[in-house]
């Protein structure tokens, strides 16, 4: 099914490590985007790509980084996880922004301990 | 800096009772207001986007409105099925900075049977 798909779903972690998250999209969409979901601060926003080779930062950069890899694929990369990573991450993608909204990932949950 | 309240924070109704989900809203020229539904451990789900003062858009029970400060999701006759997070986003004409969307807290919504 077309969509977006990020792996893994779960993630535990221990402080310091680091791990990359996944996304991948199939409906050729131009602008990819990672947010960050925490109980009562509602969705904010990682990084976003406008388009294949560009990235940038969004609301909440700091201990993040990502990588466009091509029009399908965009990661986003903890060099050093903190406690205060600990949350529920999307990816999602848009087309032509205003018309059909964001297209958004299942999630990935993670955990740093 | 966009800014997006919801309210109420939770709600419930006995199904068949309409009622209506607020989201205000301040953002320096809005391109675009966004309604999503986001159900236990999945991703948002798209429903409208609103772009002008007095546009509507339904989809079956929903109905979404726009005022120059605010939107509001109409629910009539909800159905169990209905039980939700409903999220309201922004994005602004800024045509610089994160392209991303701003989101409320969303309102929690469940329906008794």
């Known amino acids: 099914n077309a969509g977006v798909t990020q792996t893994p779903k779960f993630q535990v972690l221990k402080t310091g490590q680091s791990m990359t998250l996944q996304c991948a999209q199939d409906?050729?969409?131009?602008?990819m985007y990672w947010y960050r979901q925490d109980p009562g601060m509602g969705l904010r926003l990682i990084y976003y790509s406008a388009s294949e080779g560009t990235t940038d930062k969004g609301e909440v950069p700091n201990g993040y980084n990502v990588s466009r890899l091509n029009k399908r694929e965009f990661s986003l990369r903890l060099e050093s996880a903190a406690p205060s990573q600990t949350s529920v991450y999307f990816c999602?993608?848009?087309?032509?922004?205003?018309?059909?909204?964001?297209?958004f990932g299942s999630g990935t949950r993670l955990t740093v301990v | 800096e966009d800014q997006v309240t919801q309210s109420p924070e939770a709600l419930r109704l006995q199904e068949g009772e309409s009622s209506s989900l607020n989201c205000s809203y301040t953002v320096s020229g809005l391109r675009g207001l966004f309604w999503y539904r986001q159900d236990p451990g999945k991703g948002p789900e798209f429903l409208f986007t609103l772009y002008s003062a007095g546009e509507e858009k339904e989809k079956e029970r929903l109905k979404a409105t726009l005022t120059k400060k605010e939107s509001f999701l109409h629910i009539t006759a909800p159905k169990p099925e209905d039980s939700a997070t409903y999220l309201c986003?922004?994005?602004?004409?800024?045509?610089?900075?994160?392209?991303?969307?701003?989101f409320g807290k969303g309102t929690h919504l469940i329906i008794q049977p």
């Open positions: 999602a993608s848009s087309e032509i922004v205003g018309t059909r909204g964001y297209t």
């Open positions: 409906m050729n969409h131009n602008s």
């Open positions: 986003a922004v994005q602004a004409r800024s045509g610089g900075g994160a392209d991303g969307l701003t």
